[in-house]
């Protein structure tokens, strides 16, 4: 199994401004990915963030606005810039651990407002 | 692509009682995984139950069983003895490629189902 920290757990922002999730799994894992959830919606896939390599963002997300960092097998950052509103939600860091099928697992979530 | 169904919002039951969410699910890979999850308010997202599609028996983990019907693309989720803390909002979700693969991993998630369960 894997246990999965996230900082900060909440956080209320101003618009414009820009905040940092951290994202950290207590063993090595090769992919992290980062899903967005807006308020009474499902989750949404923002990025895959593979060590060594840029992140791959799904349509609709793009580096400028969801800067990712993946520095060594344990962390991942992800940024959400110049946020608007429309970007509170709950950021939420999942890792898949190995080739056991049901190995995926996600972190505490991040609940972020913009004001 | 693709993509997951769960067509009821909201479910209520009564403790006690079983109850079954329906997910269905569409995909042209023959190798996969479908995940149940649960959310209580606070947000995290707890595993409940996985079902790979090479998996001839339907999973089950105590008070959890899933119902798959690979030729019907269906794979419901059935809560026997429901408790008052089983209320959340509940994911059926689907992950793609095979171990190892460049996109393993990636879950693609239904729209939930809130279930409410009344005393």
């Known amino acids: 199994s894997a246990v999965i920290s996230q900082k900060p757990s909440r956080d209320i922002c101003q618009r414009g401004t820009s905040l940092t999730i951290q994202c950290q799994v207590d063993?090595?894992?090769?992919?992290m990915f980062w899903y967005r959830q807006q308020p009474g919606q499902s989750l949404t896939l923002i990025a895959t963030?593979?060590?060594?390599?840029?992140?791959?963002?799904e349509s609709g997300f793009v580096i400028d606005k969801f800067p990712i960092s993946r520095p060594n097998l344990t962390f991942s950052t992800l940024t959400v810039s110049n946020m608007s509103p429309e970007d509170s939600s709950i950021y939420l860091c999942?890792?898949?651990?190995?080739?056991?099928?049901?190995?995926?697992?996600f972190g505490p979530g991040t609940r972020l407002t913009v004001t | 692509a693709q993509k997951i169904t769960q067509t009821q919002p909201g479910m209520f039951v009564q403790e006690k009682e079983a109850v079954t969410l329906d997910c269905t699910y569409d995909?042209?890979?023959?190798?996969?995984?479908l995940f149940w999850y649960k959310q209580p308010s606070s947000g995290e997202m707890i595993f409940l139950i996985y079902?790979?599609?090479?998996?001839?028996q339907n999973a089950t983990e105590g008070r959890y069983s899933l119902n798959f019907q690979k030729a019907r693309k269906s794979a419901n989720l059935v809560i026997s003895a429901s408790q008052l803390g089983d209320s959340a909002m509940y994911f059926c979700?689907?992950?793609?490629?095979?171990?190892?693969?460049?996109?393993?991993?990636?879950?693609?998630f239904g729209q939930g189902t809130i279930l409410t369960v009344h005393p």
């Open positions: 999942s890792v898949a651990t190995g080739f056991r099928s049901h190995e995926q697992y």
């Open positions: 063993s090595q894992v090769t992919m």
């Open positions: 963030a593979n060590q060594g390599s840029e992140a791959t963002y």
């Open positions: 995909t042209s890979d023959q190798s996969y995984g």
């Open positions: 079902q790979g599609s090479y998996d001839e």
């Open positions: 979700a689907m992950r793609e490629g095979t171990a190892g693969g460049t996109s393993y991993g990636k879950l693609t």
